[in-house]
């Protein structure tokens, strides 16, 4: 959520941020806005940094880093340091309200991107 700009929303900015409304897809199946839905294909995002697809269900990749290690298939994924990316959640108790997923692939290098299930 961006707090500046009200209505309108931003990459995270720190670890373990709790005003999180889900992960941005570039390449959404569905996309409902407003009164219309848009269906494969019809939609891109990549270059609408104002009105960007937030996944908010579904299987979606995620850049992360491996701040608190590297993360495996089944770990919660959360806000990193890094803007924009997310990470491993090493201990339950800082990632109450701050899990945007749970991992699907395994994180293989420093920096990659890895598919989640949106929580």
């Known amino acids: ?3 500046i700009n009200k209505g ?10 709790k005003a999180i409304v889900g992960i941005v897809s570039t390449q959404p199946a569905i996309v409902i806005e407003g009164g219309r839905i848009v269906a494969m294909g019809g939609f891109s995002s990549q270059n609408n ?12 990749p995620v850049k992360v880093t491996d701040e608190n290690g590297k993360i495996k298939i089944g770990d ?26 749970v991992a699907l692939h395994n994180q293989k290098e420093k920096e990659d991107l890895i598919l989640v299930m949106v929580r």
Do not use: Q
Not at 8 to 17: D, N
Not at 76 to 99: E, H, L, N, W
């Open 1 to 3: 959520v961006d707090f």
């Open 8 to 17: 309108k929303i931003r990459k995270s900015l720190r670890e373990y941020e």
């Open 49 to 60: 940094t104002l009105k960007p697809a937030v996944a908010l269900a579904g299987r979606v």
């Open 76 to 101: 919660f994924v959360t806000p990193s340091s890094r803007a924009g990316y997310g990470m491993k959640c090493k201990k339950g108790i800082d990632c109450i309200g701050a899990v945007v997923g």
